[in-house]
């Protein structure tokens, strides 16, 4: 069986799991409701990226064609049909958001007034949250019903994506540290994105009957986006490190801590050097099987790295926190992505569309 098929016919199980994870995470809040909320955070932040890379690339496609999607079309569009979802599972971040961004309890934190007053405050970190989960549900129901190439919906989709992955980053992450800014994190984080849309598609098993050879256009894409993560986050480390300015140096310092640095190297060894070296021969590449255990190693190291960019601050506890948080949100995405949105999304977009 394959792990799509797998993943069909356990969607509701997986579904109730998901809800018992979240009940477990609503007890832990209970007594700690900073480490329960930046746990739902983690988890929030691994499985809405790896959505919004389906819809990145649904997006690609619909600009400029091509037969690479065809085979990844059935694991994409459930994918990215369940962006709704996301605006309600993000609901229990604002019963104490205080908790979680510190600006909300103290603006001054914000480096310069004007900040704090038109821009990072909650009223605005929430209409501008709505409008980027609306936009992208409502196009990216759009580019999974249009299947081909459309232009007219695919330009829009990518410009809208890249203005609402910037707000994302900027409000929901950075912001958790105030004094740390970074005008390349935006970029990297949609990479990022992208890059867990392809572990999920290798994993999955993508290549359809009829159509072998087709893993080794993802394994190239795979290989792709691990390199351009990798480039992007260690060109933001080397600025860091060359400016030597205090605030940057902190954010980076705080992570270097154990346990911390144990969690981005393994996230880099998982999907950064491992894509890479796995799939550099042509037979590898063409491997779905191969491809599977390299798109589960790529989840686990993005997820790990998600945990490494949002866990510093609130302690060492924020890793079981988001490895439970992850199980909650993931387990209710997976019955919904793998259950009635696959099954009525079950089809491919023709080759050569």
Not at 49 to 59: Q, S
Not at 70 to 77: G, I, K
């Amino acid at each position: 069986m394959s792990a799509a098929a797998w993943l069909r016919a356990r969607a509701l199980w997986l579904f109730l799991a998901g809800l018992a994870a979240g009940a477990l995470l609503l007890l832990w809040g209970l007594a700690a409701p900073r480490l329960a909320l930046g746990g739902l955070l983690a988890g929030l932040l691994f499985w809405l990226g790896l959505a919004l890379g389906a819809y990145a690339l649904l997006a690609v496609h619909a600009l400029t064609g091509g037969r690479w999607l065809a085979p990844l079309f059935p694991v994409l569009a459930p994918a990215t049909a369940t962006l709704p979802v996301f605006a309600l599972l993000a609901l229990p971040l604002l019963l104490d958001p205080a908790a979680v961004w510190p600006w909300v309890a103290d603006p001054g934190l914000a480096r310069h007034p004007d900040v704090a007053r038109w821009y990072l405050n909650l009223p605005g970190f929430v209409a501008r949250s709505v409008v980027a989960l609306a936009g992208w549900s409502l196009l990216g129901l759009l580019l999974v019903g249009s299947g081909g190439r459309r232009p007219a919906i695919g330009a829009p989709a990518l410009l809208f994506h890249g203005v609402a992955v910037t707000i994302l980053g900027l409000d929901w992450m950075l912001s958790l540290d105030p004094e740390f800014r970074s005008t390349a994190f935006a970029m990297w984080l949609g990479l990022q994105q992208v890059l867990a849309a392809l572990g999920w598609c290798a994993l999955l098993g993508t290549e359809p009957e009829g159509g072998r050879g087709k893993a080794g256009d993802l394994a190239q894409l795979l290989i792709a986006a691990a390199l351009g993560a990798a480039y992007l986050g260690f060109a933001q480390y080397l600025v860091a490190w060359y400016g030597n300015l205090p605030d940057k140096a902190t954010w980076y310092l705080q992570r270097e801590a154990l346990p911390w640095i144990l969690l981005e190297a393994a996230s880099l060894a998982l999907s950064a050097v491992l894509p890479v070296l796995a799939l550099l021969s042509g037979a590898a590449r063409r491997s779905p099987r191969r491809l599977a255990w390299v798109g589960g190693a790529v989840l686990a190291g993005v997820l790990l790295h998600m945990l490494w960019l949002v866990g510093p601050p609130f302690g060492p506890l924020a890793i079981p926190a988001g490895l439970l948080g992850t199980a909650a949100v993931g387990g209710i995405w997976l019955g919904l992505a793998g259950g009635p949105f696959a099954a009525r999304l079950r089809r491919e977009v023709p080759h050569g569309a």
